[in-house]
C-alpha cells in the first residue's frame, strides 16, 4: 500500500537537520579608521555599528561571534564605546566572542580586538601601538613671510590652546601632555583588565606604544594564537558551522532616496568633497604608519 503525498513528502525532508542544527559563527567584519566623522573609506563608530553588532548576537543557534579586525586605531573614545557594546551583549547573551587581526589591530584597532575572549592574528600582522598620540601642524613663521596678522578672540585664556597660527606655548603643551596620559591609562586599563595574566614580559615594554608582528604579539600575549577565522572557527566547531557575515543594513528606499539627495545637492559638494580629501589623506598616514 503506498503511503499518502504528505507522509512521502514529509520522509524526504531533512529532519534530522532541523533537530540538530548546524552551530553558527556571526562575523563582524570591523576594518577601517575608528573616528565620529566619514570620509572615503570606511569609518567605524558606534553609531554605524550597533545595528551590526545587536543583530550579530540575535542570530539563531548562534555558537560564537567572530570579529574580524583591520584597523589602524582612530577615536580612542569610540574604541572604547565599540568595545564596550560587544562585551557588554557578550556577557549578557553568555556567547563566547573571537577576535582576528587582518592587516592591522593597531592602536584602537587593538583596543577593539581586545573586546575577544580569545584573540588570533596571522604572522605578519601588525598588532599593538598602545599609547596615545596628537599630531599637527604649526605655522607662525608662514603667516609672517606671508605677511597675513592671524587675529584670534577668546573668551578665556586658554580657550585658543594649540592654535598652530601661533607659538607653542609651554603650559598648553604640557596640559596636552596630561590629557594624553588620562587616555593612555585608561587604553592600559583595558588591555590588563581583557589580557590579565596572559600578558608576559615587562609592561615597559608592552605599553610602549611599539607594534609587532603576529608572532611577537604572540610571544607577548597580546594574542593567544596564530589562526585565520575559518580555519580557527572550523577547529572549534566543526566543519560544518556556518559563519554568517553581519553587514550594516541600508534598506532600497534609503539607498534611492541617497541616490537622488546626491544629485539633487551637488551644488553644494565642494567643501564635503575637501573634507573628504583631507580625511582622506589622513586615514592615508594612519595606514602608512605601518607599512600598508
Known amino acids: 500500500m503506498k503511503r499518502p503525498l504528505v507522509r512521502r513528502l514529509l520522509a524526504r525532508l531533512p529532519v534530522e537537520r532541523f533537530r540538530n542544527p548546524p552551530p553558527v559563527v556571526a562575523v563582524v567584519p570591523l576594518a577601517g579608521i575608528i573616528g565620529r566623522f566619514g570620509s572615503f ?70 583596543w577593539l580586538l581586545s573586546a575577544g575572549d580569545e584573540l588570533f592574528a596571522d604572522e605578519s600582522s601588525i598588532v599593538g601601538s598602545i599609547g596615545v598620540v596628537s599630531a599637527g601642524f604649526g605655522f607662525p613663521e608662514l603667516l609672517k613671510r606671508l605677511g597675513v596678522e592671524r587675529r584670534v578672540y577668546a573668551t578665556s585664556e586658554h580657550k585658543a590652546g594649540l592654535d598652530p597660527f601661533r607659538p607653542e606655548q609651554t603650559d598648553e603643551v604640557e596640559h596636552l601632555r596630561t590629557v594624553q596620559d588620562d587616555i593612555y591609562q585608561a587604553f592600559c586599563r583595558q588591555v590588563r583588565a581583557r589580557r590579565g595574566e596572559k600578558l608576559r614580559g615587562e609592561e615597559a615594554d608592552i605599553f610602549n606604544g611599539r607594534f609587532w608582528s603576529g608572532r611577537a604579539a604572540l610571544d607577548l600575549g597580546l594574542i593567544d594564537g596564530i589562526g585565520d577565522l575559518r580555519t580557527v572557527m572550523r577547529q572549534r566547531f566543526g566543519d560544518k558551522v556556518k559563519l554568517r557575515l553581519i553587514g550594516e543594513r541600508q534598506p532600497w528606499w534609503r539607498r534611492r532616496l541617497g541616490l537622488a539627495a546626491a544629485r539633487a545637492t551637488r551644488g553644494v559638494e565642494a567643501a564635503a568633497l575637501l573634507d573628504g580629501l583631507i580625511a582622506t589623506a589622513e586615514d592615508r598616514a594612519a595606514w602608512s604608519r605601518y607599512g600598508l
Do not use: C, M
Request: glycine share 10%; net charge positive; proline share 6%.
Open 41 to 110: 573609506g570606511r569609518t567605524l563608530n558606534l553609531r554605524s555599528l550597533a545595528g551590526t553588532i545587536e543583530r550579530a548576537f540575535s542570530l539563531p543557534d548562534l555558537a560564537a561571534v567572530a570579529l574580524s579586525v583591520n584597523s589602524p586605531g582612530g577615536s580612542p573614545v569610540q574604541s572604547a564605546l565599540i568595545a564596550g557594546r560587544i562585551r557588554a551583549l557578550a556577557d549578557e547573551k553568555k556567547v563566547p566572542v573571537f577576535a582576528f587581526a587582518e592587516d592591522v589591530a593597531a592602536s584602537g584597532g587593538y
